[in-house]
């Protein structure tokens, strides 16, 4: 008797490769301009005084208006279709960057900010749409390149306009960027429809199975011990704790240790080069069964990190610093992947991803507005005291939670 092997479906199939090559482009075009907001206010809109007054607010309006709109384009996926609203999150963000690319006045580029924000929302779109095409277990490893595509136009977009800059006008160039995601939409739209929830569904199945045979693991809804609600509280937590100290890093070194601008943007984005470095190794040792403990470690990890930027009195602790603090956030957005593809159900997918990218949006807003207020009353090192003082707390309740 010839007993016959099943082998699983191939994870990058055509739709998926659409949707992950679709939200890097999405990503690069959004990406690649915060860091020049200030520079297009005072170029563009030189002789209107308070858009330099303002120019620190303008960083916040997309992730605010994101903020808002996510879960309930989430709610619309769940009853609408997901890759419909997928396309939409493409089309919009195509006519907020025109808009801000058309804009004459800096309400008019406020506008189209906020355009983006509501209107966009590519991140939890095709996550949504992921989890029609895939089953849990490979969900969760094809989230991690989500966020590896996100990071690494993170470091390539700005690259890119850094030398463009003084060639072309930046403002204009929203235009250019809007490309991108209008073709993203456009190779989803040519796609074939599927049905996607049935073969998910029997993906799943088999998947699991396969799974099982292979690591012993038990099935994701009964491993994660996290429900979807304390997911969101937890990636809204780890959000603030780790970017609490993001907008005063650079004014701190300098004040603290007497680095350069140049010196302090390379160690600002060291730990996206960690992630990217870390990603792959990481995320073949976490599965289900352990996600909510490692979520606990790397939070420690990340928080030490931080505890030791804060201490260091050079370069290379500082250093050490940020490499600990890259691994740790690494480790803790691959645990968060896992357990929102555990807790995710396929009728709910869409409100579910859109409300864990509406609490990491609501996240970032409060680090920014609590970092603002505590430079004020106690100094630039002052936010990345809170930020570890956050993240040891949610490292104990996770171990409490776990006990």
């Known amino acids: 008797m010839t007993t016959m092997t099943m082998r699983p479906a191939p994870m990058f199939t055509r739709p998926v490769l659409a949707t992950v090559g679709g939200h890097f482009s999405a990503a690069f075009a959004a990406l690649c301009m915060p860091p020049f907001y200030a520079h297009i206010l005072q170029a563009s809109f030189a002789r209107q005084a308070p858009s330099l007054v303002l120019a620190g607010w303008y960083f916040t309006l997309p992730t605010l208006a994101a903020a808002i709109a996510s879960p309930v384009w989430g709610w619309l996926a769940d009853r609408i279709g997901r890759r419909a609203l997928l396309m939409r999150a493409h089309a919009g963000l195509c006519l907020g960057f025109i808009v801000t690319g058309l ?67 930046l403002l204009h160039l929203f235009l250019y960027l809007a490309l991108l995601p209008g073709a993203a939409c456009a190779v989803l739209w040519l796609l074939p429809e599927q049905a996607a929830r049935a073969s998910a569904a029997q993906a799943h199945s088999n998947a699991l199975a396969a799974d099982g045979a292979r690591t012993g693991a038990v099935a994701p809804h009964s491993a994660a011990g996290i429900s979807a609600t304390t997911l969101y509280w937890l990636q809204a937590l780890f959000t603030i704790g780790t970017a609490l100290s993001y907008p005063y890093f650079v004014t701190d070194l300098a004040e603290r240790l007497h680095l350069g601008a140049a010196t302090a943007g390379m160690l600002f984005g060291l730990p996206h080069a960690v992630f990217l470095l870390l990603a792959w190794p990481l995320g073949r040792r976490l599965h289900f069964a352990n996600a909510a403990a490692s979520l606990a470690g790397y939070t420690a990890l990340t928080c030490a990190g931080l505890l030791l930027q804060l201490l260091a009195d050079g370069l290379a602790w500082l250093v050490t610093g940020r490499l600990l603090m890259g691994a740790g956030m690494t480790g803790a957005c691959l645990a968060i992947n896992a357990l929102a593809a555990a807790t995710v159900r396929n009728d709910r997918a869409g409100r579910h991803f859109g409300q864990l990218e509406a609490a990491n949006k609501w996240g970032g807003v409060a680090a920014g507005l609590l970092a603002s207020l505590l430079v004020a009353e106690l100094g630039y090192a002052a936010p990345m005291w809170l930020g570890c003082a956050l993240l040891a707390s949610l490292f104990i309740s996770l171990k409490w939670k776990r006990s």
């Open 103 to 169: 804009a004459r006045t800096p309400l008019e580029f406020a506008l189209g900010l906020t355009v983006q924000g509501l209107l966009g929302g590519t991140f939890s779109a095709s996550n949504a749409y992921l989890a029609d095409l895939l089953p849990a277990s490979r969900l969760a490893a094809v989230l991690g390149v989500m966020q590896a595509s996100a990071r690494t136009a993170l470091f390539a977009g700005p690259a890119l306009v850094g030398l463009l800059e003084g060639h072309v006008d």
